[in-house]
């Protein structure tokens, strides 16, 4: 197995020092981005000029989170701006090939995300066009909440088609990560583990990057 990528959330961690809590994570594969808008999710937390500072701020890939409407129209920006990965909500458009291709061709991973009771099946021959498939394990819009560990049968489905060759991504979890959760979701086919509280929640973020990375490759 592939060592497990972890990508802290930045959404925990304290947003007047954004800077030095990218440094606190150095370990991480990506840092993890919640792009929120109050009309997709019940939540506001930053757009495209944080994330155009961070970019100048960190060396870690930047993986955004867009848990916004219209992606259509806002996602390439944040391509175009530098992110790694840009990832959309499959509820938030009906033409999720076209978004994904424009974030492509704007020099970004393209990435699509659904909802915990969003089933994968009509989906499936768009995963074609996405180097990300993000598994929402909590209903977006907050960090702190409990992990549904009923969305790993979606996860188990991906790692399948993923493993037969049928589809080439990267199978990404986010919501309720932490060391408690973080094995099932190995277990079940998980590439890469989102996880906000537990990392910015603990005395030592590095150290809980490292630790919830073990616990993942058990
Ligand atoms: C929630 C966000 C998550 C959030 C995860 O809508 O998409 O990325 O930061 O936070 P934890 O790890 O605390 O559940
Ligand atoms: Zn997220």
Redesign the pocket.
């Known amino acids: 197995m592939a060592t497990p990528m972890i990508a802290p ?1 930045i ?2 961690a304290d947003f007047a020092r954004l800077a030095d809590e990218a440094d606190a994570v150095a370990g991480a594969d990506w840092l ?1 981005v ?1 792009v929120m808008d109050a009309h997709f ?1 019940p939540n506001l937390t930053l757009g495209l000029p944080v994330v155009e500072s961070l970019l100048q701020a960190t060396d870690i890939p930047l993986d955004c ?1 867009l ?1 916004i409407e219209d992606p259509g129209r806002w996602a390439p920006p944040y391509a175009e701006a530098g992110a790694h990965n840009v990832t959309f909500h499959a509820e938030a458009t009906d033409d999720p090939v076209a978004v994904a291709r424009d974030i492509r061709a704007a020099g970004a991973k393209a990435g699509l995300s659904v909802k915990p009771n969003t089933p994968l099946e009509p989906y499936l021959e768009i995963l074609r066009s996405v180097d990300t498939l993000l598994v ?1 394990s ?1 209903e ?6 409990s992990f549904i560990p009923s969305v790993l049968d979606k996860v188990r489905a991906a790692r399948k088609l993923v493993d037969s060759g049928e589809l080439s991504l990267i199978v990404e979890i ?4 932490n060391v408690d959760t973080i094995e099932q979701a190995a277990e079940a086919g998980v590439d890469c583990f ?5 990392v910015y929640g603990a005395t030592d973020p590095a150290a809980a990057v490292a630790g919830l990375r073990r616990q993942a490759a058990k």
């Open positions: 959330s959404l925990s993890h919640d999710v989170h848990m929402m909590v977006p819009g907050f960090g702190g909440q986010d919501g309720g990560i989102v996880a906000g509280s537990a």
